[in-house]
């Protein structure tokens, strides 16, 4: 069993960080929440609305137009320019109405402190800067909740709290934000903790 059984409910604009020893099920726990795995029982629930129960087209829809995803890696492309990234999310399903795609991405890009490095390839960039542009690629389509896993896991302290800082202001604009991380300094941002472990098979959940 990847993760044992348990029941959580998350609101609107809160930080939930989900810590615990390695094997507890934290990244699967966030599959399981953002859709990227299927429960093998119970289900996952947004807005009265169970997500289980949707199909491929829905589901895939659901991630581009309502999750942001931040991994332990980059995950970029590095074929394309820093800028061309950040705008990819925008090539699947439907443009929003009156958005100029080009001109939100290179925004993202200046409020995640790499405003001239549109025109750079990954391969190019520290692990930091790395970071931020899939950080800035997550808010893309304005998603309501976004989904870290680990996102500081392979950063250095400084990258690492800004990373945490843009985190914790997209809470304060109303974002949730569910984080899985082991990083003890990370752990302070968030406004609830909750401790899996899987040898009890329990959860404990304390707030920050």
């Known amino acids: 069993m990847a993760l044992a059984p348990l029941?959580?409910?998350?609101?609107?604009?809160?930080?939930?960080?989900?810590?615990g020893r390695s094997g507890s099920g934290k990244s699967t726990l966030l599959n399981l929440l953002s859709t990227l795995d299927k429960p093998s029982h119970g289900e996952v629930m947004l807005n009265g609305v169970?997500?289980?129960?949707?199909?491929?087209?829905?589901?895939?829809?659901?991630?581009n137009s309502c999750f942001g995803f931040i991994f332990q890696m980059p995950h970029l492309l590095p074929e394309k320019t820093v800028l061309e990234n950040v705008v990819l999310p925008f090539h699947y399903g439907k443009?929003?109405?009156?958005?100029?795609?080009?001109?939100?991405?290179?925004?993202?890009?200046?409020?995640?402190?790499?405003?001239?490095?549109g025109l750079r390839y990954p391969d190019t960039l520290s692990g930091g800067e790395m970071q931020r542009v899939v950080f800035a690629r997550a808010l893309a389509r304005r998603p309501e909740v976004i989904f870290a896993d680990e996102p500081t896991g392979s950063l250095d302290a400084g990258?690492?709290?800004?990373?945490?800082?843009?985190?914790?202001e997209q809470v304060e604009r109303g974002c949730t934000v569910i984080m899985a991380s082991h990083d003890v300094d990370a752990v302070h941002y968030g406004t609830r903790i909750v401790h899996l472990d899987k040898v009890e098979s329990s959860l404990r959940q304390e707030p920050v």
Do not use: W
């Open 50 to 63: 169970s997500l289980t129960l949707m199909n491929e087209k829905q589901i895939a829809h659901l991630r």
């Open 95 to 117: 443009l929003p109405v009156e958005v100029d795609v080009e001109k939100r991405c290179s925004e993202l890009l200046d409020y995640v402190g790499l405003g001239e490095f």
């Open 159 to 168: 990258n690492s709290k800004k990373i945490m800082r843009l985190l914790q």
């Open 7 to 19: 029941s959580l409910v998350v609101v609107e604009a809160e930080f939930l960080v989900v810590t």
